[in-house]
């Protein structure tokens, strides 16, 4: 599975951003799909993750209501809609695909395949 992120870019706080994440190879469709970000000098954070039906979305504490993840499996693509952005939300968001169960979904080792990252940043 190849992975490919999109839709970075600068904002103002209290603006809003769609992420991107374009799948292709073998039935990306069947895997669980995930956001992570990293912030300059910390580690890979998980972001969100949803089920291979898209049905099943989770949150990390510091996106719960101001992020959307979804997941179109026609067009192989994962999205994350963030709202209310923050300086704190400023990282390089990296989209992530495998055959991952529900107690692991939050760590980024369980994941396979991994996108090359697309950067966000918030301005106060």
């Known amino acids: 599975v190849q992975l490919q992120a999109s839709g970075g870019g600068l904002v103002q706080a209290g603006d809003s951003l769609r992420l991107s994440c374009a799948a292709t190879g073998r039935t990306p469709g069947a895997y669980t799909m995930a956001w992570f970000r990293r912030a300059p000098g910390m580690d890979r954070d998980f972001v969100a993750a949803?089920?291979?039906?898209?049905?099943?979305?989770y949150y990390a504490e510091s996106v719960r209501g101001r992020g959307v993840v979804s997941r179109d499996n026609v067009k192989n693509t994962l999205y994350l809609q963030m709202s209310s952005l923050k300086p704190e939300d400023t990282a390089t968001y990296y989209c992530a695909a495998g055959r991952v169960i529900l107690s692991t979904m939050r760590d980024p080792n369980a994941y396979e395949w991994w996108g090359q990252g697309t950067e966000v940043t918030v301005s106060s």
């Open positions: 949803v089920f291979r039906n898209g049905n099943n979305a």
